[in-house]
T-cell receptor
Framework: DGGITQSPKYLFRKEGQNVTLSCEQNLNHDAMYWYRQDPGQGLRLIYYSQIVNDFQKGDIAEGYSVSREKKESFPLTVTSAQKNPTAFYLC???????????????FGEGSRLTVL | KQEVTQIPAALSVPEGENLVLNCSFTDSAIYNLQWFRQDPGKGLTSLLLIQSSQREQTSGRLNASLDKSSGRSTLYIAASQPGDSATYLCAVWRLTGGGNKLTFGTGTQLKVEL
């Protein structure tokens, strides 16, 4: 089935450690996104990528890094520089990020990161 | 800066009732508006995408309207069912030099009771 797969679903990390969240899509979408969700707040954009080998910072990129070496994959690394990393992380994709018609967003099931 | 507000934050209705969820945005220069559903601990499921040239969009028991000039969208759910219980989020699109980006509201948590 086509869709977006995020792993792991749950992740625990000690302070000072970097962790990488996986996001894979088989929808043949060009654009991919990472969002962070905290209780009582709307989703906030961390990074997004319109095409392979290109990505841009979102609204809260500090303490995070990404890569886009393949069209299907957009991993997110939460570094030790991120002050409050405990959150629910959501990956999304769309057919295009430059077309209003083709920009409908589809989400994965999320990864919950807890820093101990 | 675009701000998106959803009121009420929580809503409880009896099964079978028709209901309306509200979404307001401050910058009317949007391109599209998308409604999502989120179940606890899950990702978001796209419900409806309304393009800027449209005034409404329908899917089954759901109908979403868009009034750009007043900065409002509503999601109408007909004949509500317990399975409709979830958090409903709206998000507005803006086109920037770097591509489309969404601004999300904080959601309305809906509970449909038997």
């Amino acid at each position: 089935d086509g869709g977006i797969t995020q792993s792991p679903k749950y992740l625990f990390r000690k302070e000072g450690q970097n962790v990488t969240l996986s996001c894979e899509q088989n929808l043949n979408h060009d654009a991919m996104y990472w969002y962070r969700q905290d209780p009582g707040q709307g989703l906030r954009l961390i990074y997004y990528s319109q095409i392979v080998n290109d990505f841009q910072k979102g609204d809260i990129a500090e303490g995070y890094s990404v890569s886009r070496e393949k069209k299907e994959s957009f991993p997110l690394t939460v570094t030790s520089a991120q002050k409050n990393p405990t959150a629910f992380y959501l990956c999304a994709s769309s057919l295009s990020s430059s077309s209003a018609v083709l920009g409908e967003l589809f989400f994965g099931e999320g990864s919950r990161l807890t820093v101990l | 800066k675009q701000e998106v507000t959803q009121i009420p934050a929580a809503l409880s209705v009896p099964e079978g009732e028709n209901l309306v969820l509200n979404c307001s945005f401050t910058d009317s220069a949007i391109y599209n508006l998308q409604w999502f559903r989120q179940d606890p601990g899950k990702g978001l499921t796209s419900l409806l995408l309304i393009q800027s040239s449209q005034r409404e969009q329908t899917s089954g028991r759901l109908n979403a309207s868009l009034d750009k000039s007043s900065g409002r969208s509503t999601l109408y759910i007909a004949a509500s069912q317990p399975g409709d219980s979830a958090t409903y989020l709206c998000a507005v699109w803006r086109l920037t030099g770097g591509g489309n980006k969404l601004t999300f509201g904080t959601g309305t948590q809906l509970k449909v009771e038997l």
